[in-house]
Structure formats: C-alpha cells, structure tokens
C-alpha cells in the first residue's frame, strides 16, 4: 500500500451526487485466505457502497434460480469494449454482458414476476433476498445507505434511459422502474474491503464461504462468475487489467475492487478515486503490485 498511497489522481464519482461526498482520501485492502482469516490495512472500518460488485451477485443469484439456458437466452457473456453505461445490446438485442449496466439492470430485472405492474412489497422481498445473499457471501448482515440509494435514484437518468430502451426492445418482462428500484438498492448496499475479500474468497471456494463454511453458491456458478469477471469485470479497462494483474476481478464506482485468485484467496481494495473507466485508482494499483510481489497472476508460469 506505501507504494500507492501517494497517488491522488482520479475523481471521485461526482454523477451520484451523494458520492461526490465521500473522503476521496479513503484507502483500505484487505485478503481473506482459504481459511476464512481475514488481513487487513488502512482504513479497514471504512464502509462504503459496493455499487457495480454487486453485479456478479446478482447475476450469481438469477443463475441460481432459473439456470444458464433460460439466463443466457436473456444476456449474453462477451467483452463489450464499451464504458459500463453504455446502451449495448447484440444482434440477438441481449446486453452484452451482466456487468455492463445494461446487462446488471436486466439480471435484476430477472428476479421480479414478468409482469408490468409490481407493487413495492415485492420489490422489497425480492430485495430482502438479495440482502440475504450477499450476506450469505460477505459472512455478515449487509445493510443499505439510503442517501446513496436516494440519491441515485432520483438523478439517474442514464440508466432509467437504458432501462426504457431494453423496454423498448421488448426484453425486459417486468415494470422498467421496479427493475430500476431494485438495482438501484443492491448497488447502494455497504461493504468494507474486509467484506469483498470474504465475497472473493467464497467466490474463490467453489461457492463455499470459508468464514462460515456455507456453499452459498454452486461451484459452477461461482466458475461462471470468475470467467465473466475475467473478461468483463473491469469493462473497457479488462484487457490491460487481465494482462497486468491476471485475476478475475470487478470494480465499482464507489471506489471498491473486489479480486479473486480462484482457489485460494479473495481481495478487497478500497480507494475512491477513479479513472476513466471509473475504477479506482489507487485500486488498480495496489492490486497491480500485490499480483506482481506476490505472483498472483492466474496465468504465472514463472
Ligand atoms: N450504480 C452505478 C451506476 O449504475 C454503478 C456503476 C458502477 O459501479 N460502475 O451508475
């Protein structure tokens, strides 16, 4: 972390008015190894939203219930190249993939009734399952900030844009603002960077979190996660990052990263300013040197 500590460049994510707030100098990393212990560095009480991390999540918990067949009929699994609130779709008119906000905004969507009209008590029990997954990953009741929630809510335009356009292209089967509402809850969820290390651990397992030892997931939609985040996870950034760092990994605009080395260990980072592709700075290099000193990258034949 010394290395990296110095580095101010990047901008917190000022487009959620409520994050423009946060300490941009906020920067915490924590590991959680195979048997679930935890170690941590900096500001490690520091909770924040886990904003787009949510994303393989969710996308783990609509594999869960209805399958790859009927999840791949809906989205599809490749790179976009594209920023992550781009309005991109195949010829098929599938969000490219689900860590895209098109494609995270569908996976949501996927967990309400097809129906167009959804009253808010089930949206708020579909989010409690969504709470309770999560926690399940992170080992901990996870809770939500509601300013950053309302605060989303009520200025984003761009992805109630995108969401009205898959209406439009006739694939999102339920209410665009209920589907909204419900992305709109997970991403705003807080986590510190000992909890994505617990996520990423448990990911990491097979689907089995080594804090708790409960299989949260099964081992082929945690291998499935881990192939998504290797291509899509970092969004136009994934191929430098695939390259220099070599770990499955996704970012959020809260400034968190969550990285994993498949079998062994889950990473956590936490830093709030981002980059042009609005993962966080500090983020990416800290993990940059972790994989480096430590030979963490999944492809090391050294
Ligand atoms: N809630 C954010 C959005 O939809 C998540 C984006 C991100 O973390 N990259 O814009």
Redo the contacts with the bound molecule.
């Keep these: 972390m010394a290395t990296c500590a110095g580095d101010t460049s990047g901008e917190v ?1 000022g ?2 008015p409520e994050l423009a707030a946060v300490d941009p100098d906020g920067y915490a990393l924590a590991l959680c190894v195979h048997d679930g212990h935890v170690y941590a560095q900096g500001d490690t009480d520091t909770a924040f ?1 886990i ?3 949510s994303k393989p999540l969710t996308y783990a918990l609509v594999l869960s219930r209805l399958g790859t067949a009927a999840t791949d009929a809906k989205i599809g699994v490749e790179p976009s190249g594209e920023a ?2 781009e309005v991109s779709v195949d010829e098929r008119r599938r969000p490219r993939n689900p860590m895209i ?1 098109a494609g ?1 905004i569908l996976t949501a969507s996927m967990l309400l009734p097809p129906v167009k009209s959804v009253d808010p008590g089930t949206v708020d029990r579909v989010f409690g399952d969504i709470v309770e997954f999560y926690s399940a990953c992170a080992g901990r009741r996870l809770a939500l900030d509601e300013s950053v929630y309302r605060s ?1 809510a009520t200025t ?1 335009s ?2 109630r844009a995108i969401a009205y356009m898959l209406d439009s292209f006739g694939v999102l089967d339920t209410s665009v603002e209920a589907a909204l509402d419900l ?2 809850r997970q ?2 969820l807080t986590v510190t960077a000992a909890d994505l290390a617990a996520i990423g651990a448990t990911i990491a397992d097979g689907g089995v979190n080594p804090r708790t030892g409960r299989q949260v997931m099964s081992h082929e939609v945690a291998q499935r996660l881990l192939s998504v985040m290797t291509t899509c996870g970092m ?1 136009d950034g994934a191929g430098d990052w695939v390259t220099s760092v070599g770990l499955p990994a996704k ?4 400034g968190g990263i969550m990285a994993v080395l498949p079998g062994q260990l889950g990473i956590g980072v936490y830093s709030p300013r981002l980059d042009q592709h ?1 993962n966080s700075v500090r983020g990416v290099q800290t993990c940059r040197e972790l994989s480096t000193n430590l030979g963490l990258h999944m492809f090391n034949v050294a």
């Design positions: 994510a487009y959620i939203t904003q787009s991390i992550f609130n906000n995270a989303e984003g761009r992805n992305y709109y991403c705003s969004y970012s959020g605009v809260g609005g």
